[in-house]
């Protein structure tokens, strides 16, 4: 199963992150940017950069 996460580095999102990532889900996280989290491996998750103001950024992210 695929989850999709916005705004995967804010509180609650690192929180849902890390739990689909424990529970083995492909997961994309989506964000305005990317920030190194202790324990949390980068080649774990597909990171998109979105900016909700701006839908062109969010095209693509659920293929």
Do not use: Q
């Amino acid at each position: 199963m695929k989850i999709v996460i916005g705004g995967a580095f804010g509180n609650l999102g690192l929180d849902v992150l890390r739990s689909c990532i424990e529970h083995g889900y492909e997961t994309v996280a989506l964000d305005m940017m990317e920030r190194p989290i202790d324990g949390l491996d980068p080649s774990s998750y597909i990171f998109h950069k979105v900016n909700a103001s701006d839908p062109d950024t969010l095209k693509g992210v659920c293929d």
